[in-house]
């Protein structure tokens, strides 16, 4: 496909997933800032989660990856990093996933993902990764991992 169709890489790009959160794909994390097509190239436009975050790396090899397997490779990554990526850029329905899937959605109000209560402690500043900090439910007591905001 060497045709400039950008619509057919923004559909391969969303069944990449997030390699942190395999629920949800690269394009509803909201990393993939644009999709253009010049000299018969696709640029794709990447804005990184935190800065020094790991996953980095692997967003762009999982992405490689997958336009190479659909026949793809005139294609550039090209990483932007203003305006920084916010939370903000994730959409309602993605955060509706996050919870569904056991992690907090990034939001003022900390919601626990088991019994919705808001009553939660935070129990560390870091989760399994540097993006999510840990907490416990004083509802139901258990443990859960809130997505932070920026
Ligand atoms: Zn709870």
Known sequence: M?????????ELLNTVPDPEIPVISVVELGVIRNVEYVNKTYLISI??????CPAVKTFQDDIKICLSKNGIDNFDIKLVYFPAWTTDWMSDSTKKKLLKYGISPPSKKIICP????????LVSEFGSTACKSFHKCNECLEPFEHFKCI
């Open 47 to 52: 804005t990184p989660t935190y800065s020094g």
């Open 114 to 121: 088991q019994c919705k209560s808001t009553s939660t402690s």
């Open 2 to 10: 060497q045709n400039g169709n950008t619509e057919k890489i923004w």
